[in-house]
């Protein structure tokens, strides 16, 4: 079985600071993907990056950049530059090569002050 | 991407009532899928929907609970039956984008509270 672990329900940060998320997976896949969501209160679920585990490459988008660290199963994301419209709950979540299903973590909520 | 619209946002509902979400795509895509995310937790996925046979439901979701329909490639319902306060949750549809694997876009999900 997959589970996914989020160990922070609440985060804060200063507005243009660096934050970063952490989120640990437990699989005995080999092949799989991981992914960050964001869920601000409009309830829209973003996609904000995507990895897949076979690349040691760490996935970047703009100021969103991950540390996966596939032996210690950890993918934790980092947010640079934070601003207002980051403010949103964060969703780490897995899914296996030959599936379609996601994992979920619990959600960390981050707020970003001004 | 694909661009995903779900009716309605919101619905305050009576216990007993049926209440039935719509998801719609832009484009075709051949797997739909539900989810429920109850107040202050994550994402549950309900069943996977394709297009010309019957849902796939997940461990403790049942058909009679939960009807869904898909009669083509761009459009989904999630039926809420026999509504109780405990169904008070927000529903999501998402979608596995044509030409992509292993990758989900969302709508922007149903606020449902049955009182």
């Known amino acids: 079985a997959q589970t996914v672990t989020q160990s922070q329900p609440e985060m804060s940060v200063q507005e243009a600071e660096t934050v970063t998320l952490s989120c640990t997976y437990d699989t005995s896949e080999s092949n799989y993907y991981l992914f960050w969501y964001k869920q601000p209160p409009s309830r829209q679920m973003i996609l904000v990056i995507r990895?897949?585990?076979?690349?040691?490459q760490n996935a970047t988008e703009n100021r969103f950049s991950v540390n996966f660290q596939k032996a210690a199963k950890s993918f934790s994301l980092k947010i640079s530059d934070s601003q207002l419209g980051d403010t949103a709950m964060y969703f780490c979540a897995f899914m296996k090569n030959t599936g379609n299903q996601f994992y979920f973590g619990t959600g960390t909520s981050l707020t970003v002050i001004p | 991407s694909a661009v995903i619209s779900q009716k309605p946002s919101r619905d305050i509902c009576q216990r007993g009532t049926s209440l039935t979400i719509q998801c719609q795509v832009d484009?075709?895509?051949?797997?739909m899928f539900w989810y429920r995310q109850q107040p202050g937790q994550s994402l549950t996925l309900i069943a996977t929907?394709?297009?010309?046979?019957?849902?796939?439901?997940e461990s403790g979701f049942v058909i009679d609970k939960f009807p869904i329909s898909r009669p083509n490639l761009t459009f989904s319902t999630l039926t809420v039956s026999n509504m109780s306060p405990e169904d008070s949750s927000i529903y999501l549809c998402?979608?596995?984008?044509?030409?992509?694997?292993?990758?989900?876009?969302f709508g922007a999900g149903t606020r449902l509270s049955v009182l």
């Open positions: 484009s075709q895509v051949t797997m």
């Open positions: 990895q897949e585990a076979y690349k040691q």
């Open positions: 929907a394709n297009q010309g046979s019957e849902a796939t439901y």
């Open positions: 998402s979608v596995e984008p044509p030409g992509l694997k292993n990758i989900q876009y």
